[in-house]
């Protein structure tokens, strides 16, 4: 192996032992006819910020449906790491949403579900996002 072949294969070897960039954002949404709007607009902003706005448009549908549905004081996470997109929707309501509610998530979203909290519920969905680096 010559140098340039040894330098090459240290830098591929130095790229998959690099930690992975985990991307966040969290806000705190009070309930009214506006949140949905709120959220889509918080939903771009990331996805454009971390490069992935190609891939939104079933993103922010899931999203906005959570919102939709939602009651109460309403936490919105989104998060980015390796290839898969999450969104968490938390609020105060004890129960998850109806089959109605939850449709879309369950037919768009690679995989779902609830969980209760201290204040009531969150519900989330993951989509896989496919980037050329």
């Known amino acids: 192996m010559n140098a340039r072949q040894w330098r090459r294969l240290s830098r591929i070897l130095r790229s998959l032992t690099k930690p992975a960039i985990a991307r966040t954002g ?8 506006i949140s949905a709007d709120r959220a ?8 454009l910020e971390w490069n992935l706005g190609s891939h939104g448009r079933v993103f922010e549908v899931l999203v906005g449906e959570l919102v939709t549905h939602a009651r109460g004081t309403i936490r919105l996470t989104l998060f980015y790491e390796e290839g898969l997109l999450r969104c968490a929707v938390e ?16 037919q768009l979203s690679c995989c779902w579900g609830s969980t209760r909290t201290s204040a009531g519920k969150a519900i989330w969905f993951e989509l896989p996002v496919h980037t050329h680096s």
Do not use: F, I, M, N
């Open 40 to 47: 889509l607009y918080l939903t771009r902003h990331c996805l």
């Open 26 to 33: 969290s806000w705190r949404l009070t309930r009214s006819a």
């Open 91 to 106: 609020d105060d309501a004890p129960q998850g949403g109806s089959e109605q509610e939850l449709y879309l998530v369950a």
